[in-house]
Nanobody, 118 residues
Framework: VQLQASGGGLVQAGGSLRLSCTHS????????MGWFRQAPGKEREFVAS????????DTGSSVKGRFTISGDNAKNTVYLEMNSLKVEDTAVYSC????????????WGQGTLVTVSS
């Protein structure tokens, strides 16, 4: 499993960013892909997930209504559209894979830094 995340950067509060995560390698075992984030001094937090079989999505309460996850099956890529960004959204965002038969995300890509300025 190889995960390549991109799209992070610096944005002003109220702005938008779109993150992408492409899954290469053995993808047939992938049930879902998700985004997590970790801010300095804080625990990792679930952001959103996308299930390939039916497009079902889950979104964390702190970003619900502002962030949207979507997937492109042909490209093995999930996107995280982030709108109305807040300073507290600043974090390293990482994508991960939930494989069939597993109960938690256990394959991780490198993170991409999102910085929201006031």
């Amino acid at each position: 499993v190889q995960l390549q995340a991109s799209g992070g950067g610096l944005v002003q509060a109220g702005g938008s960013l779109r993150l992408s995560c492409t899954h290469s390698g053995r993808t047939v075992n992938t049930r879902s892909m998700g985004w997590f984030r970790q801010a300095p001094g804080k625990e990792r937090e679930f952001v959103a997930s996308f299930r390939w079989s039916d497009g079902h999505t889950d979104t964390g309460s702190s970003v619900k209504g502002r962030f949207t996850i979507s997937g492109d099956n042909a490209k093995n890529t999930v996107y995280l559209e982030m709108n109305s960004l807040k300073v507290e959204d600043t974090a390293v965002y990482s994508c991960a894979v939930l494989r069939y038969g597993r109960s938690s995300f256990d394959r991780w890509g490198q993170g991409t830094l999102v910085t929201v300025s006031s």
